[in-house]
């Protein structure tokens, strides 16, 4: 019997000149290209995935500051999965083994369950489907609650996007976001500015602009939409090359990481982590911040679903 590589069954989809490979561990996306081109940092199947890199997060993306919460009246208290900063980090998701319950060419649609638990008291289902056209890569992800009381829930992806060739410095953002989520030393939120408000207009990628040597982990929202409803991030490199990823309404904030591990260190600057969120970091402790931090509650039966798109430019 063949042994299952470290990251979970392969599911390998090609449409056109795209071709993805989705690993059931965390149901992440492994490797995405176009014309052999890498529009993602990729892993090797037979590797730990590092960190989130592609990971699908569920039931919350980011982070749940110290790992406490309240919600329905009561206190909770969840492992502490970003020791160094104290908190709890990307959800419940992002090791399960999805299981494929429908499969072709160029789509696989994987699920699986979140189990209730002491820190997090409901089953959750969840399934996400990964379909390839000539348009790119778009990934769903839908949410049930099979539980008989309200469940606090969001989602969203964590693909490292590559413009090119070119080093990370060199390439040019864009990103169309009025405001951007200021955090301390910990990435604990603090306050909602204008990303104009920086006096070295570090958080405005408003027009094009080369990221340099900045450094970014942050949460942006306020953004701007086409007239179908969607919003578009655009990474170039000075080569020519580019990727873009869009999605609509169900997703008013987006993370935006520079990927800084420390020079020297597996995966630092190598590409642009960018984060669609259905809520902002922290949505778990909405109460306690002046803006609308967008968390779902989903109703016992009730179902919640939000999308993506990455396509190379």
């Given at each position: ?23 059931s ?11 052999g ?28 500051v ?10 909770y208290?969840?492992a ?19 299981e ?163 020079l020297?260190?597996?995966?630092h600057?190598a ?12 949505a ?30």
């Amino acid at each position: 019997m063949a042994r299952t590589p470290l990251s979970g069954t392969q599911h390998a989809l090609r449409s056109g000149d795209y071709d993805a490979v989705i690993a059931s561990v965390g149901a992440s996306l492994r490797s995405f290209t176009h014309r052999g081109r890498d529009l993602t940092v990729s892993y090797d199947a037979d590797e730990v995935r590092m960190g989130y890199r592609g990971a699908t997060l569920a039931p919350w993306p980011n982070r749940v500051v110290d790992g406490r919460y309240s919600f329905g009246g009561e206190d909770y208290l969840l492992a502490l999965t970003e020791p160094a900063r104290g908190h709890a980090l990307h959800g419940l998701a992002g090791w399960l083994a999805f299981e494929a319950i429908d499969k072709g060419p160029d789509h696989v649609t994987l699920a699986a369950t979140i189990e209730p638990q002491t820190s997090y008291p409901w089953r959750i289902e969840v399934e996400t489907t990964f379909a390839l056209s000539t348009d790119g890569l778009t990934q769903t992800v839908r949410a049930r609650n099979l539980s008989t009381d309200a469940a606090p829930w969001g989602t969203g992806p964590h693909p490292y996007l590559v413009a090119g060739p070119s080093a990370l410095d060199t390439w040019t953002l864009t990103l169309p976001a009025e405001r951007v989520l200021q955090v301390d030393e910990r990435l604990s939120p603090t306050e909602l500015r204008a990303v104009d408000a920086d006096d070295a207009a570090r958080f405005d990628f408003r027009e094009p602009r080369v990221l340099g040597a900045v450094e970014i982990d942050h949460a942006y929202t306020g953004l701007a939409r086409d007239e179908s409803g969607v919003t578009a991030v655009r990474l170039t490199d000075p080569e020519g090359t580019g990727v873009e990823m869009v999605w609509g309404h169900a997703c008013p904030w987006v993370q935006i990481h520079t990927a800084d591990k420390g020079l020297g260190k597996p995966g630092h600057r190598a590409g642009l982590a960018v984060e669609p969120m259905t809520c902002a970091p922290d949505a778990y402790n909405a109460d306690t911040y002046d803006f609308d931090a967008g968390l779902i509650v989903l109703e016992p039966g009730a179902t919640a679903e939000a999308s993506w798109r990455i396509a190379a430019l």
